[in-house]
C-alpha cells in the first residue's frame, strides 16, 4: 500500500469507455486516505486533471474525485496534527485530503 504505479490500469468517474480511461491514467495504485475517524486504504488514479479514489480497485463507481487544477499540494507542517511518515497533502479548495504512503518514492 502507498506505491503508486505509472500505466494504463485506470477509471475515469463512474462508467466510460475503456480506452479513453488508460489513455487518461498517468498513475495509479493504492494509498491510505484519512477519513474523520481513520485511515482507508483507497485505490487511487491520478489524471493531469484530477485525483480519483475508489473503495478497491474492481470497484467502478469512485469514493470521490479531487479536481486538481485549483489544488494545492505540500507537505504536512511539523505543527500538523497527522504524525504520519510520508505523508502528503492536498488542499482543494473547501477540503484538506491527507495521503501517507510507505516510502517517500
Not at 493504492?30 to 487511487?44: H, Q
Not at 488542499?91 to 484538506?96: A, E, F, I
Request: net charge positive; glycine share 6%; with cysteine.
Amino acid at each position: 500500500v502507498g506505491e503508486m504505479s505509472s500505466g494504463d490500469e485506470g477509471k475515469d468517474k463512474g462508467k466510460g469507455d475503456r480506452s479513453r480511461r488508460k489513455s487518461t491514467t498517468t498513475f495509479s495504485g493504492y494509498l491510505y486516505k484519512r477519513s474523520p475517524s481513520s485511515w482507508d486504504k483507497r485505490y487511487c488514479v491520478l489524471t493531469k486533471t484530477k485525483l480519483i479514489y475508489y473503495k478497491s480497485k474492481s470497484e467502478e463507481i469512485p469514493q470521490g474525485t479531487i479536481s486538481l487544477p485549483h489544488a494545492e499540494c505540500s507537505l504536512p507542517d511539523r505543527d500538523d496534527v497527522v504524525k504520519r511518515d510520508n505523508c502528503f497533502l492536498i488542499k482543494s479548495l473547501n477540503k484538506v485530503f491527507y495521503f501517507p504512503c510507505e516510502s517517500q518514492s
